[in-house]
């Protein structure tokens, strides 16, 4: 009893002192960029890049950190000031509302101590979303709903097929409407009720990753210890998420999950941030037959920036991850997925991007297979699939 009042006081003292300044002094720490803006590419890259229509991005943690995504930050990958910045029509916002304390990406066991507990309290959250994963995760849902909301019109949320035509719409004269998705890394946080993936849903998430970087009542992780497949509660979730209009992100899955929910989902897969085995061998990343497979689905691929999922130097293999994609299955299965904000270490924040493209030009890529991996793929993907 002694060690939980004093384990209590502590909190209490991180909530009390942390409030701003923990915050941004850990994400300065776990967030940084190699390279830091502003960056320069050819001038006939950045002609490219200005005529792209469409900008896309799969993966971003930024409502982690509790920063004011309405204002440009001196810290961190992505805010909508530079999403504009950089053109980007539509950024995939997704929630962490667990990670293991000494996190790696060989095994991790869900009873590792909880790095977000002492961020959540230092943010000042309020003290139900401390130790519910659930709350924590509906908390964030609605942080993306008031930063949408203070745009005045400026950003929407995308929920439907309907939200992103009116930003496709909106787009076609004013270029400072962006739009903003809402994803969840780790089935954890619905707490193995089917009940909460509706209140989830209900709240705008539109993508779920099955597990993060732990095993989880959904089954194993990647980086797990158990390796194991859908459990019931995960086969009857992901059949739940097919009805209600969720994809199921298969980044960090088990290899025994992404073959389970390929058999078992009517819908197309996505892969939010990843790498490929051919370019990085690591069990965080696809091989070449499960490409195929998803491929096979109709499912689209997010190639992450960090070292980890591509290697280093970062640039040079992100640009081969996405090659092989392309010379594997067809250019209109690979997308980015940059895993900014996700504690990761990036060689550029979102306004990077056109050295992306310039470095798809060096490679080779024409000018259709550019604006399809930069974010038409996305976008015909959301189309065709979004409810």
Known sequence: MKKILIFLALLFIVYLIGINTVPQYIEMQRNPVKSPAPYSVSLEAQALYDRLDFISDLHCDALLWGRNLNERGDRGHVDFPRMREANVALEMFTIVSKSPAGQNMQSNSEDAFDNITPLTIAKGES?????????????????LAQFVEKEEGKAIFIRSKADLEKLLEA?????????????????????????????????????????HFFDNEFGGSAHGENGAGLSDFGKDAVRKMNELGIFIDLAHASPA????????????????????????DSQRNLSDAQIQKIAANGGIIGIAFFDMAVGEPELPNILASIKHVRDLVGVEYVALGSDYDGSVAVPFDITGLPLIVEGLMEAGFSEEEIRAVMGENVKRFFLQNLN
């Open 257 to 280: 999950i992404v073959e389970d929910v390929l058999n078992l989902t009517s819908k197309p897969v996505i892969v939010s941030h990843t790498g490929v085995r051919a370019v990085l």
């Open 127 to 143: 003290p139900w979303n401390w130790f519910s994963l659930i709350n924590r995760t509906l908390g964030q849902s609605e942080a």
């Open 171 to 211: 787009r076609n004269t004013d270029k400072s409407v962006i739009g903003a998705m809402l994803g969840v890394e780790g089935g954890h946080a619905l707490e193995g009720s089917l009940e909460n993936l509706s209140k989830v849903y209900e709240a705008g998430v539109r993508m779920i990753g099955p597990t």
